[in-house]
Structure formats: C-alpha cells, structure tokens
C-alpha cells in the first residue's frame, strides 16, 4: 500500500493522454491526400464554367492550396479567354492538363486549363502534388497527358463481400445495403483515383457470379457509377460467360448462337440504361474452372466480339483476358496464353482489349515479360499487374511494387526498340484503345490497402498509368514526400526502403529466376516441396524441376521452347543460358547446383547468399525505420514497424524453409558461415494457414 | 458557352466544401463516448495509486471533465484518507463505485472510489454519463454496484474473418495480423466496452472450430486479452467439444473417458499459461449439429462439469449453452430445452453457469420468457439476449431492443414475485456467479454496429447486465443524450423513436405471438410459406400453422403441452387464451380467424391491423427524422434517413407478402379500406438474397 500513496498529478495528463487518447489522426484513411485546409486566408479560387466535375476540382483546389499560390483559375481550353492566350493545349487530348501563370482578363493568374473537365481535374490534383513534394508556387508551370486511355482498376470483389487475394479486409462495396446507401467512403474512393488518373473501376471478381448482372446489382452497380462519375471514372463490370444460360434461361452459351448474342445484346441495353456511361465488360474465360466460348468450339475472339457488338451502340468496350492454361494441356504453362492467343491477332473487333498479364505465369515477384507483349501488334494489349500481394508477402510484407511494374514496362520487346511500355500505350501502331489494369489492392479497412506502404503501390500504378514511363524511384519519392511530408530525413531514407524492398521479397523467396514456389491455395509462406496437386502445373515441383545435379525450368529448344515465343532477338538471347540476365536464369533453364556463376559461386552458393541477402534486406529496412521513429506520427510507425518484425521472421521462414528442400534434394551442405535452417524440413511441411485471408476455404 | 461564362467566386467555396470534404468528424466511430478534450483549463486530476487500469480511469476523466468540476481525486476505499470518511463502500463489492463530494487531506475534492481498480474505472465513466445527459457538475453524488457478475459479449466471430449474424463488416479480430499487430481498435473496443460496465468477451463463434484451441490461435487471443485486461475485461473461447479428437488424436470426446478429462486439463494450463485471467469457455453442444457429451450417452452437465474441472484450479468458468434441439426429436421445439436441462438442475460444478436464451425458440421479434428461468433455481442461469438484429431486420432496420430486453427481465416466472431478473442476478438464490450475455452487433465497420441507432442496442445491453432493473425508456434518453447531444428538440424524438421501433418491427414481421415467420437461412425478410425444409421446425409453416380456420401453434394440452413447463400459476394463465396477453396469443393457442378480439375485431382484421400499424410507425420514424435534420450533423443523419427509407420499403413488403399468403391460406379478404398487397403471392415467393450478409452460403 505504502507504494501507492505517492500522488501523481495532474501534471503527468499528458503521459496519461498519450496512452489513451481514442481519437487517432494518423489512421492512414487520408493515404497521400494530406494536405489540409489552411490556416489563414484561402486563395481566390475562379472558377469558369460550372460542371460537375469542374467544382469537384475547385474544392479540391480551396481545400488545400496555400495563399502564397496567388489567384487561380479553372477554366476550359474552349473558353475564349484561354483561348485567346494560344496555349499548346491541342495536345492534350480529352484528360490533359495545362498549368501555368498567365494574365486573364486584366489579372495575373495560375491557369488551370484542359481540353474537358477531367484534364480540369488532373490538373488541379497535379499542382496540389506539386506543391506537396515541395514544388515552388512561384514559379509552377505543367503539363502533362495521359499516354494510356483506359487506366483500370480491378476488383476481385465478390458479391459475398469477400475479396479473392485481398488482404485489407471486406470488399468496399456493401452490396447489401447498395443502391440506397451510398457510403461517403465510395467518394473518398473515387477522389483517391481520381488524383492518381485512375479513370475506370471494375466492381467484381473475374472469377464473375452471373449475379452481378440481375436487375438488383445493375442497379446497384449504377448507384456507384453516379458517385463515381463526376471523378471522371467510369465503371466496368466482370461478366460470367455462361450468364444466358444462367440467367436467360438458354441452353447455350455459345457465341455463335443468335439469341445468345441477342441476350448479351438485351443485356448491355438494360445496364446502359441504368449507367449511360458504363464502359463495358472484363471477361476471364476458359480459365481456371470458368465458363467460355472453347467450350462450344469457338475462340475466344468469337466470344469477345459478341460481347463488343453487344456494348458497341452504347460506345462500350470488351477487356478479355489472356491468362488461360487448359485443364487438359500438357504443354507447359508458361506458352498457353502465346499458343491461344496469337493466331487470334487481327480477329479481334476494335472495340476489344485483350488483357494481359506482366508475366505468363501468375504475378510472381519476378516474372519476364509476357511473349505476347510484341506479338499481337494488330490487337490493342491491355497489360495487368497485380497490386495486391497474392505472391509477395499479402500486407504484411514490405513491398514495393514500382520496380515490378517499371521492369516489365521497360523491358524491350525485341521489335526494333519498342519497350513493353510501346506496346501497352499502343501510340506507334496507332490503336485507338489502349490500357493498364492493376488488381486492387484496397478493402475497408481503415488504411485501404492493409499498410501505409502498401498505398504506395497503389498510387504507382495510378501514375504509372498515367504515364509508363515514369521512373519507380521517382515515384516513390513523390509518394513519400505527399505522404509523411518531405522532411528529407524521412523521404530519403523511406525511398531507400521502398527501392530495395521488393528485391528483397524476390531474395528471400527465391531468386535467380525461381517462380511459384509458395504453399497452395493462399500462397502464404513457402512450399517448393509440393508435388501431389491435381493438375501437374499446381505444383511448385514442375516450376523448379529441382533434382540432385541442378535445378529450373528448360524453356529452350530441349525443354518447353517457350523462349521461341520471344522475337529472335531475345529468344536468342533466353536460349543461352549464358546470356540470360541471371535473374532469370532458372526459368528459362535446367542448370546444374555446380554452375559458375557470374559472381565466382557456384549456382548453389549463389543461391543461398540470395536467400541470406534478403533475410538481411529486410533487417536493414526494420534499423532505418527504427530511425525514423522521432519523426512519423506514432499510429503509422507503430503498425509498420510491427508489420517490418513480421517480414524479418517470415523471411527467415521462407529462407530456411527452401535451404531445408533444396538440400534434401541435392545433399549438399550449406556454404560456410551460412546458418542452418533453425527446423528440419518435416517442421516446414507441417505448417498449416487454414483461415488465410483473400483465398475461399 | 454562353452559359458557362458566368464566373463564379471562391465566395462560393463554403458550399463546394460541403460537398466534398474528405474529412468527417461524425462517421459514428466514437459512439456514445463523444465528449472532447475541453477547451480552457483541465481539472484538476489526482490518482492516488498507480495500476494500470486507475490511470486510464484518471486519462478518461481529463479526456472530458469540464474545469467546472473542480479537483477529482481517484484514490481506493482502502486507501487510509478514504477509510477516514467511513463511506458505505462495503456493499460495492469489486466493481461498484462510489462519487461523492468530499473533503480530502485538506481540500474539497469529487471523490470517486471503490474497493477494486475497476470500479474507479466505472466509476469515471458513470460521472462522464451523468455530465453528458445534463448531470449536474455542482450535486453530484453517485453509488453503484453490479447485480450481475458476468457481463458477457458472445462474438459469433469466425477465425476467417466473417462474422455468423453479423451486419456491420467483418470480425473486429484481425485473426490473420495478430498477436503481432494489436490494433489501436482493439483498444477502443474495450474501452467502449468499460463505459457501460461490460467485463467479458467471447471472441469466437459458439459454432467454434477446434482450432481456436491451438497455440497459434491461443497466442492471438492472448494479444487480445493484454489489450483488454486493464479495462477489466475478461476474455473467454468458444470450445469445440470434439476437440480432443480434432487436436489431440484421441479416438473420443467422452466426457467420462479420463484420456479426455486430461486432455482438457493441460490445454486449460496452456491457455492460462498464456492468459493468467482468462475466463473459461463457452459451448454450444449437441444444437445444430455441434459435437457434445450426448454423442455418448453422457449428460450435459457431464460434459459442462469435466471442462469445469479443467478450468477450475484457474478460476476459470464454463457458460454451457441451453439452445438445445435434437434432429430427430418430433417434441415440441420450444419445450426441448426445458426437457433437457431441467432434469439437471443441481448436477452442474458450481463453476458453470447455464447459459439460456431469453425465449424458447430463437431471438425473435417477440418471444415468451423462456420457461427454464424459474425452473433451476440450483443452476445460476445466464440469460443470453442477441443484440445483433437477425431476426429484426439486419442492421438497416431501426429497432431498439431495450424493450425487447427489459421485456423478458421483467417477465415473472409464477415463483412468488421472482421476475426473470431477479434469477438472472441469483440473488435471492445465493449462487456464487450470474450472468447476462449479448450476441455481440459489432464488426469493423466504421461505426461499429452497421447503424448509430444500432449501437444504442450495444450500449442498452451492457446498462442493462449491469443493473437488470433499469428502465428501457431512461436507457434510450441516457444514450441519445451522448450520443446526439443534450438537446431535448432531437432527445424526446429520438427517444419516442426508439421506444416505438422494435414493437413497430413486430407488428410488420408478425404480431399477435406469431414467430419463426422469415426466409431460410438468412432470415432476411418474410417466408411464412416455407414448408419444404428438411427438419419440421425449420419451417415457418411448424409455427404458425394457419389453416383456413385459424392460426397459432397450440401448446396447452390439447396440443403439445408447453405451457405446463412454466410455473402452475402462469402455466393456467397461458393454457386459457383469454387469460393469455394477446401479444402472445399465437405462440400458446390455434385461434380461429373470426375470434373476437380485445379490440373488438376479428382475429384476421386485427392481425391486418398490426401489420397497418407497424408500417405506419415506420412512417411516423421517417417524418419524425426527417424534422430532425437541422439538428443532426449530416453524415449521422443521412445515413439514418436512408435506412429508415429501406426500412419503410421492406415493412411494407413484410406486410404485403405475409398478408397474400394468409389470404391464400384463409381465403378471406382484407378489411375494408386495407390496400391490398402491391404483387401476387407468386412474386414474394420468389424474392432470393443469395448473398445476404451474416450467413455463410
């Protein structure tokens, strides 16, 4: 009792304070739109002209501008002020922005100007981010155009509010309570988008329910479109190829079957009636387990173009989806999509995108470029990276993904010096669709995405959208600096996290050109030792075809000849394992443990310095956070810094796991001073996820 | 362009702001804690002792506290200046506390004591309550202790994140991030919690997977309960009776095999190894499928005394669930309960509490007493009331349950003047434990419970355990006047709201006794017509069993003999109809259509009437908002007014779908001046909800 006597004061209220306080600023909810309201006088905001959108972008600009900025004016490049003034803004196309210091009437203005309402937009959304990475307001002046059309999200939402492959909890659509209840989240949504040039949102799972296309979810579907619009993103929907059977009552899917081309045809008019700018539908067929026009004996271009005819009077498009592996096919994987889809080059309708993914196997934290990406130059290709981290760690693991995405949208294509990034903005074949999907990463919990760095992701793919041929470096920066401030002893240090984070991931779950060597079905932690899965190309095993004397995946001549899908040039180059970057060394070839390798090791030693290097990435990240302490706000370090022990041990995990396999395999020892799995392999095995997030039980 | 010429001002910034700011203070996160750091001088705070759970009592109260207050001292009744005031503080037990104005050493101070930590702890919430509903700061004086000792959430919370019953997002537990990531709603949770004297949780599903019992999941329910403990909240688990089997290889779960007993003994010394205060388990055994002690010939009081031994050297507790019926047993549902368990009256371990719906079926709109409360006055009956609204519209219908509630506790048994409170609190009984239990409203949603009207049932539920006797209507004004501010023009109708609501429900779901009247499986909606289910009272049709004579389910002895199972004197009561409360009429009797009502109508005019009345308080609710909305701050309010609208709709769809399967059944037309249904029946039988929330598919 004697020690309790002591009285504490009032004076300590603030320690006491600090414990307790219910109200938490720094949840991550604001993501990179930080700025806040200024203290002190509000800049003089003229607006000209008065749409929607247009004062969308006016209050944007009044929430958060500095005085200092002077006037502003919002005002179109039709206006015959702006006019008047001879600005280059024939270039800037219906979403390109203008911004610049100009007299205007008989006053000295920062003009904010565009060809339509949404270049308004991005541009007031573009100065703001200018002034947040610490831009002068004195002397701004941008202009900037969106080199890709469609700049796409997808959610992998279902209607059960699940989310396949989603780790930031529920779906952000309540369907339940859709169409009535418009939550002020799906605002905050769209506005989130919209500063990044987002401009299109696919509300459902791939893996479609029939449902989605009912009455009731039209109309709820329409509901999200109206708070949508006004941001300038449009709305899409995944439809389930077998909905007329489903839902019409037909006996047939079938393409080629008048009355199911009609019901698709009945169908569109329905939706375009409740969203008059819906822009179409994404279609995974024939993948997977899901219903398509294979199964009728017609391609998958007979599918797509029905289902264009069918949006084509309403100005809709189709994005219909490369990644397909056959049931049935023995042939390796990795060619399916290539074998599938390039004769069917210049069979597409042009209001088609075919869709396609960075990789040809399935978002692994490195993959080569994708053959078809120079090899259906006749077909607009809409790439797709994954933002959320099926592979890669889920939200817990520090990842960031700009260098994934910026690898395969610079990687040259063999076609002269076109660079998947030419492909995809499809500028030099002309075509007038092009486009970039990214599987959202963004649920309801409080920070969207699972993580603040997982935001980051996020708003690269925005960016990169924009603009694939931003520098990742770049725009880690310019997130950094938007989302703790640009003090440089934060911005620098966390740049440097971010750069090196996702080598790290590839480090230590397997590198030099490992893929698909996670545990099945959630894909959580390592698994290279599974080998009874139904289909042969489930299994890690046939990815990594380990055995005493070496290890990877023959995709030359003797093996799949997978390379041959590549334009000479590079498929020459993958042919030879000598000249093969060796981070792709072992997907493209069977290479013996004992190989030399560039660095003087053997392939085994190099191997295991990887895994020992990412282990080692990772604690870097966790010392430099640690110093970052004193200057972020306790919510978002606390989380990440929890999250940072969570990666370290889980890398650890993934490292000594894959040691154990790949020595029972090879009966090496590890080299010396490397440390010994801290389990033997059985343990490894035994480890069980049951209730993982983003994968269905 | 004319038109667009016309400039406007950044005068007119205001309103664009309102219409797009991202930052929304009232989004019903704070729930009924909303009282902010006040501005100008803090009080004056002394703490005399240092536990944990004093110091968040004392960072409450300089939360909040107007200086007007004057000094508040937190000290102990045991701390030597308090035992020279000779308080009456030996009737408070552990948790009641006691404020009062005092002089202290040698200064005029606000006294809050008590004999425990958490009774300052509820003592500093209850002086915040008394300021918050216009309580004066100059004459306070307050004195409380709890009449029941376990005041207990049941979260039907599954270890994937979804929720069994639950309308407002995912699980609060984020399964997969813990132990690692306590996340700083962990906190607020319990915090909410403490404010209405809440001491215990169960954090999963009484559908329980045996995994729950695994280290991994023990380690993460250990996280949970640090957060908890200094809030004085307690945490339980649903235990799997099969567990022994599913873990621990054995070939049984025989409550009498010693194997067993064993194996259930070292995994209680392995949960508190890691939770030193966990407070035992909860089991839902042999109801719906569950495993349990009947599988072998054994009695449930076999099964709840072997898991009591277990957890007995501890301190531990077991809530052993009462909602028993048998898949093969043609009893009367409602009567199988008493059937089972009273028999058992005076086997159970003095360390289990039997845990007993409020009424015989399930959680509906209206039910009678359930007829076990009375029946084992050897057993401490834990009353467990649903506070998540399966039966009463999800979270988009406004029904405050205080009444529902305080109905049941309220209800007297037929033993001399024991109300059903009364064998709650186990008073007069002198059992050593009681305790109240809700089936927890709360998921991650922002505003925790789906709707703010919603938290209201939370915060009545916790008030109530605490002091069964309190009245419904004070509860609703107690809540409103946090919640929406002291203002009696939004109180008084908010409060007349509330009061109307859940009997409103009642009368568009089903009036007159009638029950177990909704769809399958999601329980969203009417399906009196369902008969085809493969268990007879599955079906609505078991329940109300209207023919073309008349309704009701006869439960006197003419028919299965229910009512004998109450106390003789309300048993006579209920076998006479015209003794029976005509709210209840259905539930007890087959009454003929034409019977002559109290009111002076038929049977069937009067049932027309209630469904008329019902739909009509709901209009009254949605005018009476409407008046309100100068008054509320527009996130609140919008969101209120928008589920009042789905609710009006779907009252009158309950209304127009039950009545055109009565009238298909009864062949009689509807009174005079009654609308008729808006579709045929056809139509409202073929209403599906495949993705209803809160039930998996």
Redesign the interface.
């Given at each position: 009792?004697a020690?309790?006597?002591?009285?504490?004061?009032?004076a300590?209220?603030a320690l006491?304070?600090a414990?307790?306080?219910?109200?938490?600023a720094e949840?991550g909810y604001?993501l990179w739109?930080r700025a806040d309201?200024p203290a002190g006088p509000?800049?003089?905001?003229?607006?000209?002209?008065?749409g929607a959108t247009l004062?969308?972008a006016?209050?944007?600009l009044?929430?958060a501008l500095p005085a200092a900025i002077g006037g502003v004016t919002l005002a179109?490049a039709?206006?015959?002020q702006v006019t008047a003034l001879r600005l280059p803004t024939a270039t800037l196309g219906d979403e390109g922005y203008l911004v610049r210091r100009v007299r205007l009437g008989q006053r000295d203005t920062l003009l904010i100007t565009g060809n339509g309402e949404r270049g308004l937009l991005y541009g007031s959304f573009a100065l703001l981010r200018h002034l947040a990475t610490g831009g002068s307001a004195a002397t701004v002046a941008l202009a900037s155009a969106p080199r890709v059309k469609l700049r796409v999200l997808n959610h992998w939402d279902n209607?059960?509010?699940?989310v396949e492959r989603g780790?930031a909890?529920?779906s952000l659509w309540d369907?339940?309570?859709l169409p009535?209840?418009?939550d002020?989240?799906y605002?905050?949504y769209a506005?989130a988008n919209a500063s990044i040039g987002i401009n299109g949102t696919v509300l459902n799972n791939v893996n479609a329910k029939a449902?989605s296309l009912t009455p009731r979810y039209i109309a709820k579907a329409a509901a999200l479109a109206d708070v949508f619009r006004p941001w300038g993103i449009k709305v899409y929907l995944s439809a389930r190829f077998s909905a007329p059977i489903e839902l019409g009552g037909l006996k047939t899917a079938d393409p080629r079957d008048p009355a199911v081309a009609a019901w698709w045809k009945a169908k569109a008019d329905e939706i375009y009636r409740a969203i008059p700018d819906f822009g179409g539908f994404l279609v995974k067929a024939n993948s997977e387990g899901q219903p398509g026009p294979r199964d009728y004996g017609a391609s998958h271009a007979d599918g797509a173009n029905m289902l264009a005819a069918a949006v084509r009077p309403h100005g809709g498009i189709v994005m219909w989806r490369a990644f397909v592996y056959a049931d049935t096919d023995p042939e390796d994987r990795a060619k399916q999509a290539y074998s599938e889809f390039k004769p069917l080059d210049g069979k597409f309708a042009d209001n088609v995108l075919v869709q396609v993914k960075n990789g040809a196997i399935d978002f692994q934290p490195r993959e080569p470029f994708h053959p078809l990406f120079g090899a259906m130059p006749k077909t607009p290709l809409l790439i797709e990276f994954q933002i959320t981290k099926e592979y890669l760690g889920?939200?817990?693991h520090l990842a960031y993904l700009g260098p994934l995405f910026t690898e395969t949208l610079d990687a040259r294509t063999g076609r002269g010096a076109e660079t998947v990034a030419d492909v995809v903005d499809g500028i030099a074949e002309q075509h007038a669709l092009s486009g970039m999907a990214g599987v959202a990463n963004i649920g309801?919990?409080?920070d969207w995405s699972g993580s603040t760095f997982n935001q980051a992701n996020w708003y690269a793919f925005g960016r990169l959208a924009w603009d694939p041929t931003l520098d990742a470096a770049a725009l880690a920066r310019e997130w950094a600096r938007q989302t703790f401030g640009t003090d440089p002893r934060v911005v620098e240090p966390v740049v440097g996290m971010m750069m090196a984070s996702r080598e790290a991931v590839v480090d230590y779950t397997g590198a030099l050109g490992l893929a698909h060597v996670m545990a099945t079905g959630h894909h959580y932690g390592p698994g290279p030792w599974v080998s009874d899965l139904k289909r042969p190309e489930w299994n890690p095993v046939y990815y990594h075809r380990a055995d005493k004397q070496g290890i990877g995946f023959d995709r030359t001549r003797s093996g799949s000849d997978a390379v041959a899908q590549y334009a000479p040039d590079v498929a020459k180059r993958l042919a030879d394992p000598a000249a093969t970057p060796e981070r792709e060394l072992l997907w493209f070839h069977h290479v013996a443990w004992d190989r030399r390798m560039s660095s003087g090791k053997t392939l085994w030693d190099e191997l295991v310095a990887h895994y020992d290097r990412g282990v080692a990435a990772v604690g870097t990240m966790r010392a430099t956070w640690e110093r970052l302490r004193p200057l972020v706000d306790a919510?978002r370090w606390g989380?990440t810094a929890?999250?940072l022990?969570?990666q370290e041990r889980e890398s650890r995990w993934w490292r000594d796991a894959s040691l154990a396999y790949w020595m029972s395999v090879n009966g090496r020892a590890l080299p010396a001073g490397a440390t010994p799995p801290e389990h033997d392999l059985a343990w490894y095995k035994a480890q069980q996820f049951?209730?993982?997030?983003g994968h269905p039980?």
């Open positions: 009792m020690a309790r006597r002591n009285m504490l004061r009032a300590t209220m006491l304070l414990g307790t306080a219910p109200a938490r949840d604001r739109l309201v509000i800049p003089r905001v003229t607006l000209r002209g008065d004062r969308l006016a209050a944007e009044s929430h179109l039709s206006d015959p209607l059960d509010g699940s780790y909890g529920q369907w339940w309570t009535d209840f418009k002020p989240r605002t905050d506005r449902d889920f939200a817990t309801r919990d409080r919510e989380k929890t999250y022990a969570v049951p209730y993982a997030p039980e």
